[in-house]
């Protein structure tokens, strides 16, 4: 009878700690509205738990990591986990050579936001010769340089896109270019805000996953996913929340 007991602890042991090791850190370095909320919410937790619904036989968490040491991490080859929410050319990886790649599962784009009455026409150039533009530290924009560059503009960082826009709409600057799906959830909470909004000549953000080579056998279980995402009413219910 003992020895049936302890034979049966060590397979409890053993089953625990395999299931432990099927937990797959999904790294972001967002933290503004939808994609992370403060209460736990938003896009990218909820690709999270979509995920953990499809028993895969895996359990995916989301771990905030700041964008400089998340990309250190990717570069170096020292990823323990995927990353949700890039693309391919802000990893210098156009023909999707260095890593797995998901299709998409939200597509976003870029605007510029001014102050109500600010003089601007969308395709000419220096229209914004030595004013500010509000950015995210630590983030690239490799599509906007281009605009960038021919309108003169001065960027400026802060901490987050929500910092950009309450410094425009203080005056503190003079323009901010901003994901629309982060500028439609903020302008829901604050509706009195009166600004005016361009689409900037860039690529749509295909927001992905980044797979590591090495993790080839998780690339495997969720590319079938998300490449159904789209068409899934469960996921475009989801979505619906932050439209």
């Known amino acids: 009878m003992k020895k049936s007991l302890l034979l049966l602890a060590i397979l409890c042991t053993a089953l625990c700690g395999a299931v432990r090791a099927q937990v ?16 736990g919410g938003g896009i990218y937790p909820d690709m999270v738990a ?36 890039m693309m391919p050319h802000w990893f210098d990886d156009v023909a999707q050579k260095k890593y797995f790649w998901t299709a998409p599962f939200a597509v976003d784009r870029y605007m510029v936001v001014l102050p109500a009455g600010s003089s601007y026409t969308p395709g000419a150039t220096g229209m914004l010769t030595g004013r500010t533009l509000g950015m995210v530290l630590g983030y690239s924009y490799p599509d906007l340089e281009e605009w960038m560059h021919q ?7 802060a901490l987050s896109d929500e910092h950009n826009l309450e ?22 909470k604050h509706p009195a805000d009166h600004f005016l909004i361009y689409p900037l000549p860039s690529r749509q953000t295909e927001r ?29 219910r989801a979505m619906l929340h932050y439209e």
Not at 151 to 157: C, H, K, N, P, S
């Open 167 to 188: 410094k425009l709409r203080l005056g503190r600057l003079d323009s901010v270019a901003i994901a629309e799906s982060v500028l439609r959830y903020y302008r829901r």
């Open 24 to 39: 797959i850190p999904v790294y972001t370095s967002a933290q503004v509205a939808p994609l992370v909320l403060p209460d």
């Open 208 to 236: 992905r996953f980044l797979v590591p080579h090495k993790l080839g056998t998780v690339y495997d279980k969720i590319a079938p996913v998300l490449r159904k995402a789209k068409d899934d009413p469960e996921w475009q």
């Open 50 to 85: 979509y995920l953990n619904r499809q028993q895969l036989g895996l359990t995916f968490k989301l771990v905030y990591l700041p964008r400089k040491r998340l990309q250190l991490k990717v570069e170096s080859g020292q990823l323990d986990g995927i990353v949700i929410g």
């Open 151 to 157: 309108q003169g503009v001065l960027r400026t960082d």
